[in-house]
């Protein structure tokens, strides 16, 4: 048996129990072993739950842990703590990642444990392994992606000729967006996902800080009029494009022949092109509860069955990127064009 800890019992945190117990049988068959959830650790004082992180990574026992708290602290301390200790951690916390994933991952290697994220970028597409794993043989160009599910319900209601603070207020009632919405809708959260993609891919560190950002509170409905009198739709992307070494978040016109036009409503889609594979096109639940822990935990197997090792989660030897601006927009239009 594989013991885990989970550190904060939020959304992913509970969904991370969760799909450990629902899902016992396939993890055995996928891992050999069963996992077992020791410890949860949140802020409040819950039965059960523990508060304080030296009981988990001074327990012998604790062989992976779950960062599911977000923010950078006490996220850091911690994680720096277990991976210190030999401890594996899986998490979904991008923050965290884009600011010290290159710093963790070094650790992690000097420790011969693991640091993995891929709830971090696409919720529960299995996107980092892949392109860890799939695609080294590949140089990839280009790399487009829907990556925050509360802007796309947005802009899907939008397009059916809702103004955006309608659409807002829907996604709000709804769950699907927070009641400070900013980091949504400014941008920055699909700038920490794009710039995570960026530099899984280039071998260079992009951060979110270098990122051009632009969100979607500037798009009107008759912006959409235009756009689909042209076949065309509007998507909040993260871009990465390698030939000028460049990143930019912003809306994009998007063609009705292209894949990433029918990635609707709170649905992620990512396409990469890859000199010698062509394109690819990755779809799935971008956020939620059991998609996102469904991640996380394919993380804490992957750990799991690499116990006393390092997997090269390819972020550990990053140096920082030398950052372009992204080719301007056509003058006197509003849009880039995918
Ligand atoms: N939700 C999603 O669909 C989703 C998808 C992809 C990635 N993520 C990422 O996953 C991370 C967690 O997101 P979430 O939606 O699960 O957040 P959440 O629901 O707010 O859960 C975070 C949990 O951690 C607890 N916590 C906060 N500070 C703590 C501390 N100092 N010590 C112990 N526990 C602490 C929180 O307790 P309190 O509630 O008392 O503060 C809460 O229970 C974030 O980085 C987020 O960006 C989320």
Redesign the pocket.
């Known amino acids: 048996m594989i013991n885990v800890a989970i550190?904060?019992?939020?959304?992913?945190?509970s969904g991370v129990a969760e799909v450990i117990e629902q899902n016992q049988n396939e993890i055995k068959k996928a891992l050999g072993d069963n996992l077992h959830v020791k410890y949860i650790?949140?802020?409040?004082d819950i039965p059960g739950v523990v508060n304080d992180i030296n009981i988990i990574v001074n327990d012998p026992d604790i062989k992976v842990i779950c960062e599911?708290?977000?923010?950078k602290e006490?996220a850091y301390t911690y994680t720096h703590l277990a991976l210190e200790r030999g401890i594996s951690v899986c998490t979904?916390?991008?923050?965290l990642v884009d600011a010290y994933g290159v710093e963790l991952s070094a650790i992690a290697r000097e420790h011969h444990c693991s640091y993995l994220f891929e709830?971090?970028v696409g919720?529960g597409i299995p996107l980092l392994r892949t392109i860890r794993e799939a695609c080294g043989q590949e140089k990839i160009s280009q790399i487009a992606g829907i990556l925050n599910g509360t802007c796309n319900y947005i802009l899907t209601n939008m397009k059916a000729g809702k103004d955006f603070a309608t659409a807002l207020k829907e996604a709000q009632e709804k769950g699907f967006a927070e009641r400070n919405p900013a980091a949504d809708v400014e941008g920055h959260d699909t700038a920490r996902k794009i710039a995570i993609l960026a530099s899984l891919v280039s071998g260079k560190k992009f951060s979110y800080e270098q990122v051009e950002c632009e969100g979607i509170t500037n798009i009107t409905p008759e912006d959409f009029a235009q756009a689909e009198a042209k076949g065309m739709s509007i998507k909040l992307l993260g871009v990465y494009n390698a030939e000028n070494s460049s990143v930019i978040v912003a809306p994009f016109l998007v063609k009705n022949s292209h894949p990433l036009y029918n990635v609707n409503d709170v649905f992620n889609g990512v396409m990469l092109h890859g000199n010698m594979v062509d394109n690819l096109m990755f779809y799935g639940r971008g956020?939620?509860?059991l998609p996102?822990a469904s991640a996380v935990v394919s993380d804490v197997i992957e750990c799991a069955k690499n116990i006393g090792k390092n997997i090269n989660n390819k972020f550990a030897d990053l140096a920082p990127a030398n950052v372009n601006k992204f080719p301007a927009k056509n003058p006197g239009e509003k849009f880039r064009t995918l």
């Open positions: 550190l904060g019992l939020g959304t992913v945190g650790l949140d802020i409040r599911t708290m977000g923010g006490p979904s916390n991008k923050e709830a971090s919720g956020a939620g509860k996102t």
